[in-house]
């Protein structure tokens, strides 16, 4: 009991300082809502105070849970030791879920579904539309049933990459589920490794007869 009393604590003192985010979070939200174009100064600065306050949440967290705050040992899939990484994404994910519901339950107050995405977007600097677009070219005869499910595993790894502070952190949130689009692929009669090399080496030479023409 007496443990569960001192999370409880702890999660209200997290909830409290993140009341005030500082002015260039603020600013960085602010920036975020001006793209949507709404007109309308009230919506606007609800919104602004809805994302400053979680990317102060998200901030703190990280900052006061480092990946040292995570026991070093082995990954039971490999049997290789923790990286840095794998640590802080376990760390970081086990900020209070109540952060992120606050987010997207008070995004939904003053925003359209495809708003709200276009705000996640800005979180995770345009992953999603850009990986997608990586999959199309890669696999140029990707079926509509294919690139749905494919968009569907992007859009999630968006949802869980909010939630973390950096470029980094967000890429590694990504690369869970590139790799399950990538078993995705390769189980519905695909190749991904040889796909993926033939595209690679049509883009090598490509480049090479754009050199040797100039």
Known sequence: MKQIAILL???????????????????RAASWVATLQLNDAAKEARLT??????????RDWNNEHPYTTVPAGIDPATGKPLSAMVRTIIAVSAMPRSAHDSL??????????????????????????????????????????EEATILSNLKQAREQAIDFKNSKQI?????????????????????????????????KA?????????
Request: no cysteine.
């Open 104 to 145: 997207i339950t008070d995004l939904h107050k003053d925003l359209a579904d495809d708003q709200v995405e276009h705000i996640l977007d800005k979180y995770t600097e345009g992953k999603v539309g850009f990986t997608l677009n990586g999959y199309k070219s890669i696999v140029p005869d990707l079926k509509p049933e």
């Open 9 to 27: 604590i702890l999660a209200s003192a997290f909830s409290a300082r993140a009341q005030t985010p500082d002015s260039a979070t603020e600013k």
């Open 49 to 58: 105070t809805v994302i400053a306050t979680h990317l102060t949440r998200v």
């Open 206 to 214: 490509k480049k090479a007869t754009t050199k040797q023409a100039q």
């Open 171 to 203: 890429s590694a949130i990504f690369e869970i589920y590139k790799t399950k689009n990538e078993q995705y692929l390769n189980s519905n009669g695909r190749n991904w490794h040889a796909l993926f090399k033939a595209y690679v080496d049509a883009q």
